[in-house]
């Protein structure tokens, strides 16, 4: 039962450069979402994903890319890095289904620290 | 819009002695709420929530959180703190209904917790 996986944990990108953080889940959860975390601020929505085939932009897109072909996988694409962009990132993923809102909350990745020099 | 206001950004007790944690909403509709728990270098981890049900939610670990519509407060308490609870807590914020295709969650700032011997 692994439930959200993000790799890898830690990573150094020089300026320009690009990378792919993976996030994979195993919950059969239709909604994937990518969060950033900056020092001393709650998370900031990146891209969210309804179901496979299907994202959206959310609070700070700028800068990212996201995919969704399968249900299991929501990758969070960085084209051209910038020092901006260090942070913690943190997958989720979560079940919701009709009109109201499933009470189940949201299941948490352990993050991946970026820094962007 | 939601929003929310978590009124200390770190908060100091000692071992045995109880825990408060404040939390203020702003919303616009029903509100879903919850706190997340965050340990060092991990992922986010769900206390509790509030979604319509009982004011008074019990969470794990001896959390518990009141929900007091009329001080639009959420705030999160435990009898007798233990080491092991220092760490980052999160108040966040939903609307019960879907309106946007998606649970938003809103998330406050952070309360660090510092639990000395």
């Known amino acids: 039962n692994a439930g959200v996986t993000q790799t890898p944990k830690f990573r150094i990108l020089k300026i320009g450069q690009s990378m792919t953080l993976q996030c994979a889940q195993d919950m059969n959860h239709n909604y994937m979402y990518w969060y950033r975390q900056d020092p001393g601020m709650g998370l900031k929505l990146i891209y969210y994903?309804?179901?496979?085939?299907?994202?959206d932009k959310g609070e700070v897109p700028n800068g990212y890319n996201v995919s969704r072909s399968t249900t299991e996988d929501f990758p969070l694409r960085l084209e051209l890095a910038a020092p901006s962009q260090t942070s913690v990132y943190f997958c989720?993923?979560?079940?919701?289904?009709?009109?109201?809102?499933?009470?189940?909350?949201?299941?948490f990745g352990s993050g991946t620290r970026l820094t962007v020099v | 819009a939601q929003s929310v206001t978590q009124l200390d950004s770190h908060v100091s007790v000692s071992e045995g002695t109880p825990v408060l944690l404040r939390c203020n909403y702003s919303?616009?509709?029903?509100?879903?709420l919850f706190w997340y728990v965050q340990h060092p270098n991990k992922g986010l981890q769900l206390l509790l929530k509030?979604?319509?049900?009982?004011?008074l939610v019990k969470g794990i670990n001896g959390f518990e959180a009141e929900f007091k519509k009329s001080e639009t407060s959420f705030h999160l308490t435990k009898p007798s703190a233990h080491m092991s609870d220092a760490a980052e807590y999160f108040c966040v914020v939903s609307d019960a209904v879907r309106r946007e295709g998606f649970q938003k969650l809103v998330f406050g700032t952070g309360t660090r917790l510092l639990v000395s011997p």
């Open positions: 989720a993923s979560s079940y919701s289904f009709g009109q109201e809102t499933a009470t189940i909350g949201y299941t």
């Open positions: 509030y979604t319509s049900a009982a004011t």
């Open positions: 919303s616009s509709y029903s509100p879903s």
């Open positions: 994903s309804v179901g496979a085939g299907i994202t």
